[in-house]
Structures are given as C-alpha cells and as structure tokens.
C-alpha cells in the first residue's frame, strides 16, 4: 500500500524557517518524481515544486522561487520541503504528492499545516 | 501564463442526475490534463489523468473528455459521496483550476 506521511508543519513567525518532510513506503520511490503540493485555509489548490527521480529536474512556483528548496533523499524513501523567508501568504496545508507522468499526482499524503503568524 | 477557468464555480444537482464539469485552458494543453476530486479535511483524489483516462480505483460513473483547450468530467449518475470539490489541472506549469463545487440540491 502505498503511504506518504508528511511531518514538521508548525507555528512560525514571518520571516522564519521550517522544514517539512515526507516519509514514503509501499513503493519505489525512487522510480517517481515527487511533489509539494499546498492549500491555504478555504481556498483551492497551488502547486509549489517537483523534483526527478535523480533530483537533476527541479521546478518551483514563481510564489516560492528563491525562499523554497525542495530535495529528496532516495535511500531514505524521503522527500523535504526547506522553506525560508515565510509569509503570511504561506501558510496552508502543505502535501507531498507522487508525480507518476509528469504532472499529475496519483497518491498525496494527509497533509501538514503550516501556520505563518507573528 | 497558462490559466485554467472552471465552470460553474458551484453546480447543485440531486443524486441520480448527471453531472457535467468544464475545464477551460488558456492554451492548448493537448490531453495534458487531470481531474482530481476532494472532500473536506481530506487530501485530493485523483479520478482522470490525459483528460481521459480513468486513475485506478476510480468508478466508472467518472469520464472525462476534450483535448486542446476545452474539457468536461462527467459524473454520469450522482452518489451521494460524489459532492465533493472537483479541481483540473495541467502540464505545462503544473497549475490548477479554481474548482467547482458540486453540491446536493
């Protein structure tokens, strides 16, 4: 059964840092591409970033490029999600996702809130 | 940029009746599409992938159509799980559609 269990959402001041994680199972993960996918309180999906299954393609939302680092860890069946620089803007819930061809996402995980608040 | 618009933003049907949802891209997209289904408090689902293609596991009440510019999902006959937010999405920049609602009437 394939599992994506996200973890290290939390309450951050602007300005701050925080780092997610995503723990994978019950596949290859190093056979997909991977995603963070987020969505602020009430309102629709946003995509945030994709990286290859060798880390060699990465891609951002021009809304975190230049704050965000995403990457992955493949003997660890792990993908993260480096954010700096919050805003208020950025708060949401934030899933990790699978990418199976390119673009859409086959299985996401339950998701962690991320709270962006002085 | 590339911009998904859906149509309507809410849809009110009963179960039993057939649900007919747009996705309308800015660009050609080619079959480059994707429909995914979410309730609340739950991650998204998703139903059809390459505008047409069922994703495992999806009933197949679930279809989806067009290519280029303009798509439908059709949810042939209503069950009452099926209200539910429904997003499109596509390739080129990985974006999505605002959704439709789709809620019992």
């Known amino acids: 059964e394939v599992q994506l269990v996200e973890s290290g959402g939390g309450l951050v001041k602007p300005g701050g840092s925080l780092r997610l994680s995503c723990a994978a199972s019950g596949f290859t993960f190093n056979s997909y591409s991977m995603s963070w996918v987020r969505q602020a309180p009430g309102k629709g999906l946003e995509w945030v970033s994709s990286i290859s299954l060798l880390s060699n393609y990465i891609y951002y939302a021009d809304s975190v490029k230049g704050r965000f680092t995403i990457s992955r860890d493949n003997a660890k069946n792990s993908l993260y999600l480096q954010m700096n620089s919050l805003r208020a803007e950025d708060t949401a819930v934030y899933y990790c996702?699978?990418?199976?061809?390119?673009?859409?996402?086959?299985?996401w995980g339950q998701g962690t809130l991320v709270t962006v608040s002085s | 940029e590339l911009v998904l618009t859906q149509s309507p933003a809410t849809l009110s049907l009963s179960p039993g009746e057939r649900a007919t949802l747009s996705c309308r891209a800015s660009q050609g997209v080619s079959n480059y599409l994707a429909w995914y289904q979410q309730k609340p408090g739950q991650a998204p689902r998703l139903l059809i992938y390459d505008a047409s293609n069922r994703a495992t596991g999806i009933p197949a009440r679930f279809s989806g159509s067009g290519s280029g510019t303009d798509f439908t999902l059709t949810i042939s006959s209503l069950e009452p799980e099926d209200f539910a937010i429904y997003y499109c999405q596509q390739r080129s920049n990985y974006r999505f559609g605002q959704g439709t609602k789709l809620e019992i009437k």
């Open positions: 996702a699978r990418d199976p061809r390119g673009y859409d996402f086959d299985y």
